[in-house]
C-alpha cells in the first residue's frame, strides 16, 4: 500500500478534528502527495477563490514513498491557492516532518476555515487536537519550535510553522520545517497565517507497515541507492558543495543573473561560491561550512550547516545567530547574492537565517530587493524612505532591509509585496523579473533557452522546480543539448515537466532526478504501491497532473497570455558571456508546446487531451 490511507481533516473555524478514509480511486490515478493534494484541493475549492480567505484550503500531504527508505523519501508538499500569484501552488519540503505525519498514521492533512484567534494543531498519533498559539504567535520559526518541545515535554516532535512573515502577510512567506526546511514558493505561508495557524506539531510512532511487497521494495531501493551513489552529481557534488556546486559553472556559460537580470554574470561569483564555503575565512581562520547535512532517508545530504564569523557586522550584538544552522543553497546564495550584485558570504548567511528563523522565501526576497535597488536607481523611489542606501552590491543594504522586511517595518513592508505589485506600485512593472507574478530562481534564460519556456510555462509561476531543463542543457543529464539552441526544447520541457510532477507526488526529492529517470523511480513505487507502477504509467501520471494545475489556472482567470517573460528577456540581448547578443527566443518555442501537450493554439488543453487523461 504504502498509503496510511487515513485523512486527518482540520476545520479551524469551528475547532474539529476529523478523520476520513483517503479517496483510493484518487489515489490510483494522482498517486500522493503534489498530485493526490492538488486533486483534492480542485474539487474542494472554488478556482477564483481568494487564497487568503477562509473558504480557501491549505493542504499537507505526503506521497506513498514518504517515510520509506526510498533514499530521500522524507519529503511532503503544502498544495493551496498562492496568493502571490493567483495560481495553484505545491511547495515541497524535506527534512523530518514528512515523515513523522506518516508514522503518526496520516497521509494528509486539509485544513479549512480561520480560526478566531492563534492555534497549533497538536498530533500524537491517532490523537489530532487544535491547542492556543497566543504564547508563540509573533516568535519565529527557531522559537516556536523549541517552545513546542518545551511544552510537550517531547524533543523529537516534529515541527511546521510560521514565523513573523507569514503573520504580517509577506506575500512570500513559507512554512519551515526543522528549523531550515521549508515549503518555500508561492507564499504558502502567508495562507498559513491567513487561517491564524501558527504550527502543526507531530508525533509518529506507528511505523510504517504498509509496503506491498517488502523485500522486493528492498531490492529496487537498494538498486536506486546504488545509483545516485555512483553518480558524479550526486555522489560527490553535492554531498561536497550541496546546489552551490553550480555557482562558477552556471557563471561561466553566462546564466547567472545579476543586479536584476541587467547582467547576466556575476564578478563576485567566486566569493559567494561553494568553494568559498569551504575556504577559511581571514577575519576567524574558520571556514562558513560546518558540515552537510540530509533529510530523513537520504543518501544524498546536500544540505549545507554554516557558522557565521561573530564578529562580522551583521551579528556582532546578536549572539542568536551565532550557532550553527541551515546554510546557503544556491538559489538563496544567488538571490540574495547576485541577484543585488553582493559578494558579502557572510552577509548572505546571516540573510539566509533570517529567512529560515521568520519564515520567508529568500528567492522572492531577493529578486524583489534587486527590483527596489534598480527603481531606487532609476529615481522612482527618490520620494520614498527606503532606510539604508539601497544600491546594488550593499551588504549593508542587504541586511538591514532583510531585517525590516521579516519584520515588516518601514519600507520592509513594501518589500513584503513582493516584486511584482512593488514594481507596478511605484510605475515601472516591466522591472518585475517574475512569471505570473512569482519571481525567478537562479537562472537566465537568455543563455540557457529551455528554462524560459520552462519559466513561461510553470503552472506556479517562474520556478526552477517545475521543469530543470538546467540538467540537461548544462549538465548533459540524460542527454546533453546545447543551451542556446531552440530546437528540440518545447520536448524537452514538457518531459521534465512530466517526470518531476511524477517523482513531487511519489515523495521523494527531485534532486535524485540528477540520477534518476522514472525507470528507476517505478520498480520502487510499484513494489511499495498497489496497482502497476510502470515508466509509461508514471509519465502519464505526471501529464495528467500538469493539466490538472493548468485546468485550474485557468479557471482562476490565468491564460496563455500569462505564459510569458518580462521584456527584458524577450528584448535585451545578454552582454557578456557565451550568450552575448542573446534574447530568450520564447517565441519560438511556445507553438510547438502547445502542440506537444495536446492544447490549443490559446494554451487549452483540447477536449480529446482531457479525454485521454482521464480529466
Ligand atoms: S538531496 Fe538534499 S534536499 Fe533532497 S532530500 Fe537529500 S538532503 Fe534533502
Given at each position: 500500500m504504502a498509503w496510511q490511507k487515513k485523512i486527518l481533516r482540520v476545520n479551524l473555524t469551528e475547532g474539529t478534528c476529523t478523520p476520513e478514509p483517503l479517496n483510493m480511486e484518487w489515489a490510483a490515478e494522482y498517486l500522493g502527495q503534489r498530485g493526490l493534494a492538488t486533486k483534492y484541493y480542485v474539487e474542494e475549492c472554488d478556482p477564483q477563490v481568494d487564497p487568503l480567505s477562509p473558504a480557501s484550503k491549505l493542504i499537507m500531504a505526503t506521497g506513498p514513498l514518504t517515510g520509506t527508505d526510498a533514499s530521500t523519501g522524507g519529503r511532503y508538499s503544502v498544495i493551496t491557492k498562492g496568493p502571490l500569484t493567483g495560481a495553484i501552488a505545491c511547495s515541497n519540503s524535506g527534512g523530518y516532518f514528512g515523515a513523522e505525519m506518516k508514522f503518526a498514521g496520516w497521509d494528509m492533512i486539509i485544513f479549512e476555515g480561520k480560526a478566531d484567534s492563534p492555534v497549533y494543531l497538536f498530533i500524537e498519533n491517532d490523537e489530532a487536537e487544535l491547542l492556543s498559539a497566543d504564547e508563540i504567535w509573533g516568535k519565529t520559526t527557531w522559537d516556536t519550535e523549541e517552545w513546542v518541545h518545551t511544552r510537550h515535554q517531547d524533543p523529537q516532535i516534529r515541527v511546521s510553522s510560521i514565523g513573523p512573515a507569514g503573520e504580517n502577510g509577506v506575500m512570500y512567506a513559507c512554512i519551515v520545517n526543522d528549523l531550515h526546511r521549508a515549503a518555500g514558493r508561492s507564499g504558502v505561508g502567508t495562507v498559513m497565517g491567513s487561517k491564524n495557524l501558527k504550527a502543526v506539531a507531530i508525533r509518529g510512532t506507528l511505523g510504517l507497515n504498509t509496503i506491498k511487497d517488502p523485500a522486493r521494495f528492498m531490492e529496487a531501493t537498494t538498486a536506486a541507492k546504488k545509483v545516485l551513489v555512483d553518480n558524479a552529481v550526486t555522489g560527490q557534488g553535492l554531498p561536497t558543495?550541496?546546489?552551490?556546486?553550480?555557482m562558477n559553472v552556471i557563471n561561466e556559460i553566462g546564466a547567472l543573473w545579476t543586479r536584476n537580470h541587467r547582467d547576466v554574470q556575476f564578478e563576485g561569483a567566486g566569493k559567494i561560491s561553494g568553494e568559498a564555503m569551504h575556504e577559511p575565512r581571514a577575519t576567524d581562520g574558520k571556514p562558513n561550512l560546518v558540515t552537510n547535512a540530509a533529510c530523513f532517508a537520504c543518501t544524498i545530504a546536500c544540505g549545507r550547516i554554516s557558522q557565521l564569523d561573530k564578529n562580522h557586522f551583521t551579528v556582532q550584538n546578536k549572539p542568536e545567530y551565532w550557532g550553527a544552522s541551515g546554510g546557503l543553497e544556491y538559489e538563496n546564495a544567488w538571490s540574495l547574492g547576485a541577484a543585488t550584485g553582493t559578494d558579502d558570504l557572510e552577509a548572505l548567511t546571516y540573510a539566509n537565517f533570517l529567512c529560515n528563523a521568520y519564515g520567508m522565501d529568500p528567492i522572492s526576497f531577493g529578486t524583489t530587493l534587486a527590483a527596489a535597488m534598480e527603481l531606487n536607481e532609476i529615481g522612482a523611489l527618490d520620494d520614498v524612505d527606503t532606510g539604508d542606501d539601497m544600491v546594488f552590491g550593499s551588504a549593508q543594504a542587504l541586511a538591514s532591509l532583510v531585517e525590516s522586511t521579516c519584520k515588516s517595518e518601514g519600507f520592509g513592508v513594501e518589500l513584503g509585496l513582493g516584486s511584482k505589485r512593488l514594481c507596478e506600485k511605484y510605475g515601472h512593472p516591466e522591472l518585475s523579473m517574475s512569471v505570473k507574478g512569482q519571481e525567478f530562481p537562479a537562472y537566465d534564460s537568455r543563455g540557457i533557452q529551455g528554462m524560459g519556456l520552462a519559466y513561461a510555462t510553470s503552472n506556479r509561476g517562474a520556478c526552477h522546480l517545475r521543469g530543470y531543463t538546467v540538467a540537461s542543457e548544462v549538465l548533459g543529464i540524460p542527454v546533453k543539448t546545447d543551451p542556446l539552441a531552440t530546437e528540440g526544447k518545447a520536448g524537452l520541457v514538457k518531459a521534465f515537466q512530466d517526470a518531476t510532477a511524477a517523482f513531487d507526488s511519489a515523495g521523494i526529492c527531485i534532486f535524485t532526478s540528477f540520477a534518476w529517470t522514472l525507470d528507476d523511480v517505478a520498480p520502487q513505487v510499484d513494489a511499495a504501491c498497489e496497482g502497476t507502477w510502470t515508466l509509461d504509467s508514471l509519465a502519464e501520471l505526471g501529464e495528467r497532473v500538469w493539466n490538472l494545475e493548468r485546468d485550474f489556472n485557468l479557471k482562476a482567470g490565468l491564460s496563455g497570455k500569462d505564459d510569458t517573460l518580462p521584456k527584458r528577456i524577450l528584448t535585451e540581448p545578454a552582454?557578456?558571456?557565451?550568450?552575448?547578443?542573446m534574447v530568450s527566443k520564447l517565441g519560438e518555442m511556445l507553438p510547438e508546446y502547445y502542440q506537444l501537450r495536446g492544447w490549443s493554439e490559446d494554451g487549452v488543453p483540447t477536449d480529446e487531451t482531457r479525454k485521454r487523461l482521464g480529466l
Amino acid at each position: 500500500m504504502a498509503w496510511q490511507k487515513k485523512i486527518l481533516r482540520v476545520n479551524l473555524t469551528e475547532g474539529t478534528c476529523t478523520p476520513e478514509p483517503l479517496n483510493m480511486e484518487w489515489a490510483a490515478e494522482y498517486l500522493g502527495q503534489r498530485g493526490l493534494a492538488t486533486k483534492y484541493y480542485v474539487e474542494e475549492c472554488d478556482p477564483q477563490v481568494d487564497p487568503l480567505s477562509p473558504a480557501s484550503k491549505l493542504i499537507m500531504a505526503t506521497g506513498p514513498l514518504t517515510g520509506t527508505d526510498a533514499s530521500t523519501g522524507g519529503r511532503y508538499s503544502v498544495i493551496t491557492k498562492g496568493p502571490l500569484t493567483g495560481a495553484i501552488a505545491c511547495s515541497n519540503s524535506g527534512g523530518y516532518f514528512g515523515a513523522e505525519m506518516k508514522f503518526a498514521g496520516w497521509d494528509m492533512i486539509i485544513f479549512e476555515g480561520k480560526a478566531d484567534s492563534p492555534v497549533y494543531l497538536f498530533i500524537e498519533n491517532d490523537e489530532a487536537e487544535l491547542l492556543s498559539a497566543d504564547e508563540i504567535w509573533g516568535k519565529t520559526t527557531w522559537d516556536t519550535e523549541e517552545w513546542v518541545h518545551t511544552r510537550h515535554q517531547d524533543p523529537q516532535i516534529r515541527v511546521s510553522s510560521i514565523g513573523p512573515a507569514g503573520e504580517n502577510g509577506v506575500m512570500y512567506a513559507c512554512i519551515v520545517n526543522d528549523l531550515h526546511r521549508a515549503a518555500g514558493r508561492s507564499g504558502v505561508g502567508t495562507v498559513m497565517g491567513s487561517k491564524n495557524l501558527k504550527a502543526v506539531a507531530i508525533r509518529g510512532t506507528l511505523g510504517l507497515n504498509t509496503i506491498k511487497d517488502p523485500a522486493r521494495f528492498m531490492e529496487a531501493t537498494t538498486a536506486a541507492k546504488k545509483v545516485l551513489v555512483d553518480n558524479a552529481v550526486t555522489g560527490q557534488g553535492l554531498p561536497t558543495y550541496g546546489t552551490q556546486v553550480l555557482m562558477n559553472v552556471i557563471n561561466e556559460i553566462g546564466a547567472l543573473w545579476t543586479r536584476n537580470h541587467r547582467d547576466v554574470q556575476f564578478e563576485g561569483a567566486g566569493k559567494i561560491s561553494g568553494e568559498a564555503m569551504h575556504e577559511p575565512r581571514a577575519t576567524d581562520g574558520k571556514p562558513n561550512l560546518v558540515t552537510n547535512a540530509a533529510c530523513f532517508a537520504c543518501t544524498i545530504a546536500c544540505g549545507r550547516i554554516s557558522q557565521l564569523d561573530k564578529n562580522h557586522f551583521t551579528v556582532q550584538n546578536k549572539p542568536e545567530y551565532w550557532g550553527a544552522s541551515g546554510g546557503l543553497e544556491y538559489e538563496n546564495a544567488w538571490s540574495l547574492g547576485a541577484a543585488t550584485g553582493t559578494d558579502d558570504l557572510e552577509a548572505l548567511t546571516y540573510a539566509n537565517f533570517l529567512c529560515n528563523a521568520y519564515g520567508m522565501d529568500p528567492i522572492s526576497f531577493g529578486t524583489t530587493l534587486a527590483a527596489a535597488m534598480e527603481l531606487n536607481e532609476i529615481g522612482a523611489l527618490d520620494d520614498v524612505d527606503t532606510g539604508d542606501d539601497m544600491v546594488f552590491g550593499s551588504a549593508q543594504a542587504l541586511a538591514s532591509l532583510v531585517e525590516s522586511t521579516c519584520k515588516s517595518e518601514g519600507f520592509g513592508v513594501e518589500l513584503g509585496l513582493g516584486s511584482k505589485r512593488l514594481c507596478e506600485k511605484y510605475g515601472h512593472p516591466e522591472l518585475s523579473m517574475s512569471v505570473k507574478g512569482q519571481e525567478f530562481p537562479a537562472y537566465d534564460s537568455r543563455g540557457i533557452q529551455g528554462m524560459g519556456l520552462a519559466y513561461a510555462t510553470s503552472n506556479r509561476g517562474a520556478c526552477h522546480l517545475r521543469g530543470y531543463t538546467v540538467a540537461s542543457e548544462v549538465l548533459g543529464i540524460p542527454v546533453k543539448t546545447d543551451p542556446l539552441a531552440t530546437e528540440g526544447k518545447a520536448g524537452l520541457v514538457k518531459a521534465f515537466q512530466d517526470a518531476t510532477a511524477a517523482f513531487d507526488s511519489a515523495g521523494i526529492c527531485i534532486f535524485t532526478s540528477f540520477a534518476w529517470t522514472l525507470d528507476d523511480v517505478a520498480p520502487q513505487v510499484d513494489a511499495a504501491c498497489e496497482g502497476t507502477w510502470t515508466l509509461d504509467s508514471l509519465a502519464e501520471l505526471g501529464e495528467r497532473v500538469w493539466n490538472l494545475e493548468r485546468d485550474f489556472n485557468l479557471k482562476a482567470g490565468l491564460s496563455g497570455k500569462d505564459d510569458t517573460l518580462p521584456k527584458r528577456i524577450l528584448t535585451e540581448p545578454a552582454k557578456t558571456g557565451p550568450a552575448k547578443g542573446m534574447v530568450s527566443k520564447l517565441g519560438e518555442m511556445l507553438p510547438e508546446y502547445y502542440q506537444l501537450r495536446g492544447w490549443s493554439e490559446d494554451g487549452v488543453p483540447t477536449d480529446e487531451t482531457r479525454k485521454r487523461l482521464g480529466l
